[in-house]
C-alpha cells in the first residue's frame, strides 16, 4: 500500500512540479494495470501504468503519450539485474498498449492520432544524482525486440532528472523575478528544420523528450509587460572549448534567435570554470569571422549568459522499489 | 558568413545524408548505440533509413556532430604517426625560432599554435583545411590538425609527425629551417628497410612485435603481405610448351601473376596454415596489426598497428596506437577503449626504440654497413 500510495505521490510532484514545468499534461488514473495482450510469450497477465503524460509533437500531427515507469533507489543499491528487466518490461508494456483498447480508452483522446512511448524514470532518492548510472546504462544490454516499428523508450536517469528539476526551478526563479512572464506566455522551440516543418506551432508547446534529453532546451515567450520576445536557452554540456561555443553560437545565429527587441539568457549549470571566458573567446571569434560586423557584435553582445548558482540536488525523498519490474 | 564552408552549425538533413550515406561505418548497431548513449532506444526493426532520419532530426551540439563524423569516417584511417631521428641535438631556443618563422609564412588558413611542453618537448600544431567537393556539405571540409613534436634527447632530437603528405610537408620545412639555422644539413635517419631482404623485412616485424619494452605479445590480428619482386613467377617461355598445355599455363601463370599481396585478418595470424603457406610461397609482411599485454600492472592490452607507406620499398614507417583493452581483475574489456594523445605521447617512443634496435639487429646480423635507419 505504501507503494502505491508513494507512486500516486510522484506521479503529483512530476505533473504539478517537474514535467508541468514542461507543459506536460497528464491523462487518466496514476499507478493502474490493465490486460496483456500477449500473455504466452509476456508471461504476464497486466502490464503497469504508473502515470500517463501527453503532449502535441511539433514535427507531425500527432500527440505522444509517456507511459512512465516510476522507479527510485537508495545509493548503492541500483544494478544493472535491476535496470535491464525495467526496460525490458517497459518495451513488452509498449507493445501491448498499442494494441490495447483498454490502454487506449484509458489514455488517449478520440480526436487524435497517437504515438505512444515509455518513460522509465529512475531517481536516487537519498544521494541528488548518481554519475554512475551512465555506465550502468552502457553496460545494460535489455532485449527490447518487443518494442514495436516506429516506437521509442526513453530513460531518465539521476543525472537527467538533476539537470531538468535545476531547470525547472531556475524556470520558477525567473518567472518570479519577472524576467520571464507567466505559462500561458512561454512555449518551447520547434524551429522548422530542412526536412520538417514545425506542423503545429500553436499546439506543440511542450517540451518533447528528444528536446529534454539533448543538448539544450530553448523555451521561447512573448512577454507582454514589456511588448518583447524572449528565448531562455538551457545550456547542458561542459562548455570547456571555443569549437562547442562557436556551434552553439551558430544554432542561434542559423534559427534566427538574436533579433532586436529579443531577449536571450542562457544559463548553464555545473560546467567548467572558464566557461564564461571561453564563451566569450568564442564570441570574439565568431563576430571576427563575420567581418567583425557591428550589428552582430552588438546582437551576441545583449546576451546574458549566467551559470544556475542555487542548486538543488535533491528531487523528491519518495522510495519506489526496483523490484517491481 | 563571408565563407560558406565556415559554418558551423550542422541541418538535419546534412546529418542525415551522412548518416545515410555512410552505410557501411554506420551500421544499425551504430545508430541504435548513439540513440541510447542520450537515452533514447529505438526499435531494433526500425528501418536503417528511419534511424538515420530519427537521430537527424534530434538536437545536435558540436560533441554529437563530431562523434557522427567521426563514425563516418573509415576507422583503419585513424592516423598513423611517423618519426624523423636528427642525430643532433637541437636547443628547444632554435627550434622555438624557427617554428616562429615558419608560422609567419603560414598560409591564411593555417592556424600554428606552438609551446614548449618541457625542456626537452616542443609541440607544433598546425591546424588545416582539406576539402572535397564531391561531398556532402558536412563532409566537404574537414578539419586537420598536424600535431608535430620535438623530443630533444642527449644526442639526437627525435621529430614525431602524422604519416600523412602535408605533415610530412610541414615536417620537411621546419627540417630545412633548422638546417639553416646551423648552417649545416643536420644528418636525418628515418626507419627504412628498403636494403633488407624479404625474409629479414618479415623478421623486422616479428622481431618488433616481440621484443618491445614491457610489453608481451598477445595476438596478431591483420597482417597484409607481399609477394617478393624474387619469387615473382618468371616469364612463359613459349618454345617449351605446345598448344593446349601451353594456353593452360597461361591462364595459371595471370591468375598466379595477379596475387601480389594479400590482407589476412583474424586470430593468430603467425602460426595459421594459410600466412605459413604464403610465407613459403615467398610473401613477405608489409604490415602488421597486434595486441600485446604490458607485463607490469596494470596489465592492460594496448593494440598496436605498424607498416610502411610503400610497402613493395620498404619506405615511410608508420605507426599507430590503436586502443587499449583495460584489465579488471584479470577481465578485460571487451571493446577498444581510445588511448588520449598523451597516453599515446609515452607509448610511441616505445616502438620507435624497438623498431630501431631491431633493425640495428638485423643490419648487423646480415652484415650491412648502415646503422640505425636510412640517412636522408
Known amino acids: 500500500m505504501a507503494e502505491t500510495r508513494n507512486i500516486a505521490e510522484m506521479a503529483t510532484l512530476l505533473s504539478d512540479d517537474l514535467f508541468g514545468e514542461f507543459l506536460w499534461q497528464r491523462t487518466g488514473p496514476t499507478d493502474t494495470n490493465w490486460p496483456c495482450e500477449d500473455p504466452e510469450s509476456h508471461k504476464v497477465k497486466t502490464h503497469p501504468s504508473d502515470v500517463v503524460f501527453f503532449y502535441d509533437n511539433p514535427y507531425s500531427l500527432t500527440r505522444t503519450y509517456v507511459n512512465c515507469d516510476l522507479k527510485s533507489y537508495a545509493s548503492g543499491t541500483i544494478s544493472k539485474a535491476k535496470l535491464t528487466p525495467a526496460i525490458e518490461s517497459l518495451a513488452r508494456g509498449l507493445s501491448c498498449a498499442e494494441k490495447s483498447q483498454e490502454w487506449q480508452k484509458r489514455f488517449i483522446h478520440d480526436t487524435v492520432t497517437p504515438e505512444i512511448c515509455g518513460l522509465l524514470f529512475v531517481y536516487n532518492h537519498d544521494n541528488g544524482y548518481d554519475k554512475d548510472f551512465k555506465v550502468l546504462m552502457s553496460d545494460a544490454n535489455p532485449k527490447i525486440d518487443d518494442l514495436p516499428r516506429n516506437s521509442k523508450l526513453f530513460v531518465l536517469g539521476p543525472e537527467d532528472i538533476f539537470w531538468l528539476n535545476n531547470v525547472r526551478y531556475e524556470i520558477v526563479q525567473m518567472r518570479g523575478k519577472g524576467l520571464i512572464p507567466a505559462q500561458e506566455h512561454c512555449r518551447f522551440f520547434y524551429p522548422n528544420l530542412v526536412r520538417r516543418n514545425n506542423i503545429q506551432p500553436e499546439h506543440a508547446r511542450a517540451a518533447t523528450l528528444e528536446m529534454l534529453t539533448g543538448p539544450w532546451i530553448v523555451l521561447s515567450y512573448f512577454h507582454p509587460k514589456t511588448n518583447r520576445n524572449g528565448y531562455v536557452i538551457f545550456y547542458r554540456r561542459i562548455g570547456d572549448s571555443v569549437p562547442e561555443f562557436l556551434y552553439f553560437i551558430d544554432y542561434l545565429m542559423y534559427y534566427q534567435l538574436l533579433q532586436s527587441n529579443t531577449d536571450v539568457y542562457i544559463r548553464t549549470l555545473e560546467t567548467d570554470l572558464n566557461a564564461p571566458a571561453i564563451f566569450q573567446r568564442a564570441v570574439h571569434e565568431y563576430t571576427e569571422q563575420c567581418e567583425n560586423s557591428e550589428e552582430i557584435r552588438e546582437r551576441l553582445k545583449a546576451i546574458t549568459y549566467a551559470q544556475m548558482n542555487d542548486i538543488h540536488t535533491q528531487f523528491s525523498e519518495i522510495e519506489i522499489g526496483m523490484d517491481n519490474a | ?376
Open chain 2, 1 to 376: 558568413m563571408p565563407n560558406e564552408t565556415l559554418r558551423y552549425y550542422a541541418t538535419d538533413k546534412e546529418i542525415f545524408d551522412v548518416l545515410a550515406s555512410s552505410r557501411q561505418r554506420v551500421s544499425e548497431t551504430a545508430l541504435l548505440d548513439m540513440a541510447r548513449s542520450r537515452g533514447i532506444f529505438y526499435s531494433p526493426r526500425d528501418s536503417r533509413d528511419t534511424l538515420a532520419s530519427n537521430i537527424s532530426l534530434l538536437p545536435h551540439d558540436h560533441d554529437s556532430l563530431k562523434e557522427i563524423l567521426g563514425k563516418s569516417e573509415n576507422p583503419n584511417r585513424a592516423e598513423k604517426v611517423t618519426s624523423i631521428t636528427l642525430n643532433a641535438k637541437i636547443s628547444p631556443e632554435t627550434i622555438k625560432a624557427v617554428v616562429k618563422s615558419f608560422s609567419e609564412n603560414a598560409p591564411s588558413d593555417e592556424k600554428v599554435v606552438a609551446q614548449s611542453e618541457s625542456p626537452d618537448k616542443y609541440r607544433v600544431q598546425v591546424k588545416y583545411t582539406e576539402l572535397d567537393y564531391a561531398k556532402t556539405r558536412l563532409l566537404q571540409r574537414r578539419n586537420r590538425e598536424a600535431d608535430i613534436r620535438f623530443i630533444i634527447e642527449d644526442n639526437k632530437t627525435t621529430i614525431r609527425l602524422p604519416a600523412n603528405p602535408k605533415a610530412r610537408e610541414i615536417a620537411a620545412l621546419l627540417k630545412s629551417g633548422l638546417d639553416a639555422s646551423q648552417k649545416t644539413e643536420i644528418p636525418a635517419e628515418t626507419i627504412d628497410i628498403s636494403d633488407l631482404s624479404t625474409d629479414e623485412r618479415t623478421l623486422f616485424f616479428t622481431n618488433l612485435i616481440s621484443t618491445m619494452d614491457g610489453y608481451e605479445l598477445r595476438d596478431v590480428m591483420n597482417v597484409k603481405v607481399q609477394i617478393g619482386s624474387a619469387s615473382k613467377s618468371p616469364p612463359l617461355e613459349d618454345e617449351e610448351k605446345n598448344g593446349e598445355e601451353q594456353e593452360d599455363a597461361a591462364i595459371t601463370q595471370t591468375m598466379l601473376s595477379v596475387v601480389e599481396d594479400v590482407a589476412l585478418h583474424g586470430k593468430a595470424l603467425l602460426v595459421s596454415a594459410e600466412y605459413q603457406l604464403l610465407k613459403d610461397k615467398g610473401f613477405f609482411i608489409t604490415s602488421i596489426t597486434w595486441k600485446a599485454q604490458q607485463t607490469k600492472s596494470p596489465f592492460n592490452i594496448v593494440e598496436y598497428d605498424a607498416g610502411f607507406e610503400e610497402p613493395e620499398e620498404g619506405r615511410g614507417f608508420r605507426y599507430n596506437v590503436r586502443g587499449l583493452y583495460r584489465n579488471r581483475d584479470g577481465e578485460f574489456t571487451k571493446t577498444m577503449q581510445a588511448l588520449s594523445a598523451a597516453h599515446k605521447e609515452e607509448i610511441f617512443p616505445i616502438i620507435e626504440r624497438t623498431a630501431l634496435r631491431v633493425l640495428e639487429a638485423l643490419r648487423k646480423k646480415a652484415d650491412i654497413p648502415q646503422q640505425g635507419g636510412e640517412q636522408q
